[in-house]
């Protein structure tokens, strides 16, 4: 279980990734196939950079599994 002011600053971390995913997937959507390689490489780079981060901060379980799923896509 994380400390409370460990727990903030991963949620806060969790969001800023997680809106970043969600903005590269949308730009993937409305650039050509030349982008693709590019932002999905952003995307596996930032999704592993989040399950580095819940590692090293102790998250739960659970939240563990979930950063993977997306990470494996």
């Not at 970043?20 to 050509?32: D, E, G």
């Not at 563990?64 to 990470?71: C, G």
Request: proline share 0%.
């Amino acid at each position: 279980m994380l400390q409370f002011q460990h727990a903030d600053l991963f949620e806060r971390i969790y969001r800023d990734v997680c809106e970043s995913v969600c903005f590269h997937y949308s730009l993937m959507a409305k650039v050509s196939l030349g982008m693709k390689d590019f932002l999905d490489s952003k995307v596996d780079g930032q999704l592993q950079a989040l399950f580095t981060v819940a590692l090293h901060m102790d998250v739960e379980q659970e939240t563990l599994d979930e950063i993977r799923a997306m990470a494996l896509g």
